[in-house]
């Protein structure tokens, strides 16, 4: 078994992943391992549907400003980490990051890039039809995960 030297912490600032993160932190100062706590933005929540199309068939799309958007979420991940796990970090090597994407596309991607031990993140627990319309984000890493992943339920 590897020894835990980077563990990365999905979240999406809700209530539910704020277990995922503290206890990523807290497992982090036990192994005096480095957290990496992410918060990826999906594009669907970033990017409204179209408004419909007009006489002439055209699609209107809103655009956004998306480093506007990404500085937002950063600001917001900053502001969440402190309200929220200022007991923890002042001893642990934390990183912050922000994206934009496919949310579990994105999670795999960033555990292969920093080397993840470990992935520790929140489930929602939705069971039945909200799980088969939504879907798992949890799951699907787990699925997938280059390593092993620890799936927390509040």
Not at 59 to 82: C, G, M, N, T, Y
Not at 87 to 93: E, G, N, Q, R, V
Not at 137 to 142: G, R
Request: charged residues 20%; contains cysteine.
């Amino acid at each position: 078994m590897d020894t835990i030297k980077k563990i990365l912490a999905p979240t999406d600032l809700s209530a539910t992943s704020r277990a995922g993160v503290r206890y990523a932190l807290e497992m982090a100062a036990l192994f005096g391992a480095e957290v990496y706590i992410y918060c990826v933005a999906h594009y669907e929540a970033a990017v409204p549907y179209p408004l419909g199309l007009d006489e002439g068939a055209s699609l209107h799309v809103p655009v956004i400003d998306v480093a506007a958007f990404l500085q937002e979420r950063r600001q917001a991940l900053a502001r969440f980490v402190a309200e929220h796990f200022q007991d923890l970090t002042a001893t642990i090597s934390v990183y912050q990051e922000v994206d934009m994407g496919a949310v579990s596309d994105k999670i795999l991607g960033k555990a292969a890039e920093i080397g993840a031990n470990l992935i520790i993140m929140s489930t929602h627990g939705r069971t039945g039809l909200g799980h088969m319309l939504i879907g798992s984000i949890t799951e699907q890493v787990v699925r997938r995960a280059c390593c092993p992943v620890l799936s927390i339920r509040p």
